[in-house]
């Protein structure tokens, strides 16, 4: 199993700030991926981070927004730009097992736009 | 990959068994079930996946249809400590994304 750390596990901005959300697993894993969760709802994904290319978002989801960074195999940042309240949620990193298919997730970085 | 239908909520006696249904009638002959939970406030925490076959394992047993259109997950004997949302979820094994559904929000009463 992955072992998977969040820096910050939680914060509090102002508006029209951004904070960069850390990632680091204790293995070297191909597919990383980034997902919110919004107050009371379930989790959605935001992008797939593979290293060596460039980031992939889904619908609803755009890189000025949410810039991502895959330097390595263990690492990865995500970027959340130009807050707004809207931004309050937790958002959680996460990797797969290719030989399980099995998700890991993180704790989760809890976010405050006030 | 394919959508999920799942009870918004459901109740179950501490020391009972849960069934939690979950309805995946456009799943393809590639695709395998996985269920996870999430206990308020953690990150999502898997609990078992099959293809075809019925899978058990320490936490619980997952029964698939012949069909393969739907899916119970099964917690053998509930305990407190199960509350939580359960999400059930179709994907090809390796290399794509998970999508969650809305989940189950399973409640244990004393």
């Known amino acids: 199993s992955a072992v998977i750390s969040q820096k910050p596990s939680r914060d509090i901005c102002q508006r029209g700030t951004s904070l960069t959300i850390q990632c680091q697993v204790d293995?070297?894993?191909?597919?990383m991926f980034w997902y919110r969760q919004q107050p009371g709802q379930s989790l959605t994904l935001i992008a797939t981070?593979?290293?060596?290319?460039?980031?992939?978002?889904e619908s609803g989801f755009v890189i000025d927004k949410f810039p991502i960074s895959r330097p390595n195999l263990t690492f990865s940042t995500l970027t959340v730009s130009n807050m707004s309240p809207e931004d309050s949620s937790i958002y959680l990193c996460?990797?797969?097992?290719?030989?399980?298919?099995?998700?890991?997730f993180g704790e989760g970085s809890r976010l405050t736009v006030l | 990959d394919a959508k999920t239908t799942q009870p918004p909520s459901m109740d179950c006696a501490e020391g009972r068994a849960a069934n939690l249904p979950c309805n995946h009638s456009?799943?393809?002959?590639?695709?395998?079930v996985y269920w996870y939970r999430q206990i308020h406030s953690q990150g999502p925490q898997y609990i078992i996946h099959?293809?075809?076959n019925n899978e058990t394992n320490e936490m619980a047993s997952l029964i698939i249809t012949e069909d393969r259109k739907s899916s119970t997950l099964i917690l053998p004997h509930a305990t407190l400590r199960d509350t939580a949302v359960y999400y059930c979820?179709?994907?090809?094994?390796?290399?794509?994304?998970?999508?969650f559904g809305t989940g189950t929000s399973l409640t244990v009463i004393p």
């Open positions: 099959g293809l075809k």
């Open positions: 293995s070297q894993v191909t597919m």
């Open positions: 996460s990797v797969e097992d290719p030989w399980s298919g099995e998700l890991f």
């Open positions: 456009t799943i393809s002959g590639n695709e395998y």
């Open positions: 979820i179709v994907r090809v094994y390796t290399g794509n994304q998970f999508y």
């Open positions: 981070a593979n290293q060596g290319s460039e980031a992939t978002y």
